[in-house]
């Protein structure tokens, strides 16, 4: 009997604080197939990305917290401000972004190969790390 080939989805970010928007994308991106492998950009990326003040947890936390959700079956630390060079280790069968991006932006961007099959899942509006760390400053001011 021939075994079927499991599919991976692959999906990345920061992950910093985690909040519904975080959790509905990962729910949508583990519904899309067999293993869901997670990508989180290190802390030395994610300053690059985010600035000197980010991230507010570190890379090892970030990682245990995304592990010890039930959708999520790996998570990958990767120093890097782009996917290209991950996405060519793993070989996902499907990339999951949220919507900001539509499918041809990102392949654009990320350099996404075409055999790799890219999904946007829908943004909850207002739900964001950086939206949260600002009512957290915004409420501790005087």
């Keep these: 009997m021939e075994k079927i080939r499991e599919i991976i989805v692959f999906t990345n970010g920061i992950f910093d604080l985690l909040h519904v928007g975080h959790i509905n994308l990962l729910e949508f ?3 899309l197939g067999d293993k869901l492998i997670v990508g989180i950009n290190s802390d030395n990326a994610a300053r690059k ?3 000197e003040n980010r991230p507010i947890n570190n890379e090892q936390d970030r990682k245990k917290i995304l592990e010890s959700l039930k959708m999520v079956d790996e998570v990958i630390i990767f120093d890097d401000i782009k996917t290209k060079n991950l996405l060519r280790e793993i070989k996902p ?3 999951v972004k949220g919507s900001e991006f539509s499918p041809e932006e990102i392949r654009r961007r990320d350099e996404v190969s075409n055999e790799i099959e890219i999904r ?5 509006n207002g739900k964001s790390t950086t939206k949260i760390i600002r009512k957290i ?3 501790a001011s005087p």
């Design 49 to 51: 990305l985010k600035g």
């Design 93 to 95: 069968d499907i990339l």
């Design 29 to 31: 991106a583990k519904s």
């Design 120 to 124: 946007t899942c829908p943004l909850i």
């Design 137 to 139: 400053h915004s409420s």
